[in-house]
C-alpha cells in the first residue's frame, strides 16, 4: 500500500511539473507573440516614417531643380532674389529629411554636401540681387553646374522612391548594408563634382517650396458674383436646369456653406439608372446664383477620346452653359478623366484668374465636373492701361538663350491679390519649356514658369 501511495506521489509530482512546464511554455509563447507583434507595430511605424521622410526629400529636391531651372533665365535681381531665395529654403527642408532617414553619414555625405552647398550658394547670390547687384558670368555658370547635378539627383531620387515602393528595395535593408547601397544609387553625384566650386563657396562664406497662378484665385472682393441673393427653392431649380430635370430622379438638400469662400447652397442629386455613376453633387451661390461646382460620380473604363477633342468637347460645354470666350490653358490626366483649366479671354489677353475647371470623361465625352471658383472671385471686365513696353522691349529683356516660340499678351494674378498686365513668351532653353512675364508698364520680370510635358498633361510649377 505504501510503495502504491508512494507511486500516486510521484505521478502527480511529474503532472504538476508537467503543466508547471506547459503554463510556462504558454506564457513564453503569449510574451513571444506580444513581442513579435510590437516589434512589428514598431516596424510598420518606422517605416512609415522613413517614407514620408524619403518622400519629402524626394519633392524637396525636385524643387530645388525647379527654382535652379528658373533662375538660369531669369533677367532681373527682383526675380532673382525670389527665385534664389526658394532654393536656399527648398534645399535646407531637403536636408533637414534627409537627417530623418536610417543612414549612417557616410552614405548620404555625398548628396547631404550638395544640399548644404546649393542652400549656402544660393541664399549669397540672392543677398547679391537683393542689393541689385547682376551675377556675374561666373555665378551663372556655378548656377547651371547646380542645376546639373541637381537633376541628376534629383532622377537617382525618383528611380530609389520607385525600387522601394514596388518592393525592391526596404529600408531594413538600407540599414544594413546602407553604405554601399544607398551610396551606388547616388554614385553620379560625386566629390569630385563639388570641387570645382569650393573657391566661390568660401570666397562668399562671410555673407552666409493644378495650373498656373491656381494658387492666387482666392478673392476677397468676389467680382464673378454678381446678381441679387436667392433663397433654397431658387437654387434648386437653377441645379435641376443646369443638370438637366430629365436625368433626375431625385434632388436633395445637403446643407447650407455659410463659412465657406462664396456661401452656397450644396445639393445632392440621385441620378436616373445609366446616368453617370447614379449620383451627383452641386453647389449653387446664394449671390447670384451661380454655379460654383457640380461633380457627377463615373468610372472610367477605357479611353476612346483623344486629348485634343475633350478639350473642344469642355469649351462647347461652357459655351452652352453661358461662358463665353473661355480658352484652354493646362490639363491633367488621370485615371481616364481630363481636368482642363479655362481661363477667359478679354479680346487678345488671356486672364488666368477668371479660371473655370472642367473634368471630360475619356471613353465617351461625358462631361463630369465643373469648377469655377477661380472665375467667380475674379471675374470682371478690366479696364486695360496702354502698353508703354513694347513687344521689341520686353523681349530684350528676356534671356538671350532662350528660343521664343510664341508671344502673347496675359493679365496674371500675384501673391499679394493684385494682377499684373503681361507680355507672355513661351520659349524653350536646352529643351526645357519656360513661360516668362514682363510687365507692360515697367518692363520688370515679373515671374517664370516651368512648363511640364508629362504623360499625364501639361502643368506648370
Not at 462631361?367 to 471658383?373: A, H, K, P, W
Request: net charge negative; with cysteine; charged share 25%.
Amino acid at each position: 500500500m505504501e510503495n502504491r501511495l508512494q507511486d500516486l506521489k510521484e505521478k502527480l509530482k511529474d503532472k504538476r511539473i508537467l503543466g508547471i512546464i506547459i503554463f510556462l511554455v504558454a506564457i513564453i509563447a503569449i510574451l513571444g507573440i506580444y513581442t513579435y507583434n510590437k516589434q512589428k507595430e514598431a516596424t510598420y511605424a518606422s517605416e512609415n516614417s522613413y517614407n514620408m521622410a524619403f518622400c519629402e526629400v524626394v519633392d524637396y529636391v525636385q524643387n530645388v531643380e525647379t527654382f535652379l531651372a528658373k533662375s538660369l533665365i531669369s533677367t532681373t535681381p527682383e526675380h532673382g532674389a525670389k527665385t534664389l531665395t526658394q532654393v536656399w529654403k527648398e534645399a535646407n527642408l531637403a536636408q533637414s529629411y534627409l537627417a530623418q532617414l536610417p543612414l549612417e553619414i557616410e552614405s548620404i555625405s555625398n548628396t547631404a554636401k550638395f544640399l548644404n552647398q546649393v542652400s549656402d550658394y544660393s541664399y549669397t547670390l540672392s543677398q547679391k540681387n537683393i542689393y541689385n547687384e547682376e551675377l556675374t558670368q561666373e555665378e551663372l555658370d556655378n548656377l547651371a553646374k547646380l542645376h546639373e547635378y541637381s537633376l541628376e539627383l534629383s532622377n537617382t531620387l525618383i528611380q530609389l522612391s520607385t525600387d522601394m515602393n514596388e518592393g525592391r528595395i526596404k529600408w531594413n535593408e538600407l540599414e544594413k548594408k546602407n553604405t554601399n547601397l544607398f551610396a551606388q544609387q547616388v554614385s553620379n553625384i560625386s566629390k569630385d563634382s563639388f570641387s570645382g566650386l569650393e573657391e566661390t563657396f568660401h570666397e562668399y562664406a562671410g555673407l552666409i517650396y493644378d495650373g498656373a497662378f491656381s494658387e492666387h484665385l482666392t478673392s476677397p472682393e468676389r467680382r464673378g458674383l454678381t446678381g441679387e441673393e436667392i433663397n433654397e427653392e431658387q437654387a434648386k431649380k437653377i441645379a435641376i436646369d443646369f443638370i438637366g430635370e430629365e436625368k433626375i430622379e431625385e434632388i436633395n438638400i445637403n446643407g447650407f456653406s455659410e463659412n465657406g469662400n462664396i456661401p452656397s447652397y450644396d445639393f445632392y442629386v440621385k441620378m436616373k439608372n445609366g446616368e453617370k455613376g447614379n449620383n451627383a453633387s452641386i453647389s449653387i451661390s446664394k449671390k447670384g446664383g451661380h454655379l460654383v461646382y457640380a461633380m457627377y460620380n463615373k468610372e472610367v473604363q477605357a479611353e476612346s477620346i483623344k486629348e485634343s477633342d475633350a478639350v473642344q468637347i469642355g469649351k462647347e460645354f461652357l459655351q452652352q452653359k453661358g461662358y463665353s470666350n473661355m480658352k484652354e490653358t493646362y490639363y491633367v490626366k488621370e485615371q481616364g478623366i481630363l481636368t482642363i483649366n479655362y481661363a477667359y479671354m478679354q479680346g487678345d489677353v488671356i486672364m488666368y484668374a477668371d479660371l473655370i475647371k472642367v473634368k471630360v470623361a475619356l471613353d465617351n465625352g461625358e462631361i463630369l465636373g465643373v469648377e469655377s471658383t477661380g472665375y467667380l472671385n475674379s471675374h470682371y471686365e478690366r479696364d486695360l492701361p496702354q502698353i508703354k513696353i513694347t513687344k521689341e522691349q520686353a523681349q530684350e529683356k528676356l534671356n538671350k538663350n532662350l528660343e521664343i516660340s510664341s508671344i502673347g499678351l496675359a493679365m496674371i494674378p500675384t501673391e499679394y491679390q493684385t494682377e499684373v498686365y503681361c507680355w507672355e513668351f513661351k520659349g524653350t532653353i536646352k529643351e526645357r519649356n519656360f513661360l516668362v512675364y514682363i510687365n507692360t508698364q515697367t518692363g520688370v520680370e515679373e515671374d517664370i514658369l516651368v512648363i511640364l510635358d508629362t504623360p499625364e498633361g501639361t502643368l506648370t510649377m
